[in-house]
Nanobody
């Protein structure tokens, strides 16, 4: 079965960087659009970034544009999210997601598979 496993979350000081990774298995990875989302307590799931199956096109949410960078390695079946200049409001559970329709945009419902999430906490 399809599994997405996020890693790299933790506690970081405001202004610092953090890099998340998502390892995928059970799917033909290069056939999938991939995305990163986050969800803070009491808030809706928020789109952060997504990348085309080929890795040559990306989309970003307004709140992270210029600070976060998504990348993928189709030889390792992984995607990463490099997060810079972190702010306390970036605190949330971060999820990776896969779309069999090769979709790579903000639509939560267009992703078939989700990881279990990894907690990111940004302190002052």
């Amino acid at each position: 079965q399809v599994q997405l496993v996020e890693s790299g979350g933790g506690l970081v000081q405001a202004g610092g960087p953090l890099r998340l990774s998502c390892a995928a298995s059970g799917l033909t990875f290069s056939d999938y659009g991939m995305g990163w989302f986050r969800q803070a307590p009491g808030k809706e799931r928020e789109f952060l970034a997504a990348i085309r199956w080929s890795g040559d096109s990306t989309n970003y949410g307004d709140s992270v544009k210029g600070r976060f960078t998504i990348s993928r390695d189709n030889t390792k079946n992984t995607i990463d999210l490099q997060m810079n200049s972190l702010k306390p409001e970036d605190t949330a559970v971060y999820y990776c997601a896969a779309s069999s329709a090769r979709y790579y945009g903000p639509g939560v419902r267009l992703y078939n598979y989700w990881g279990q999430g990894t907690q990111v906490t940004v302190s002052l």
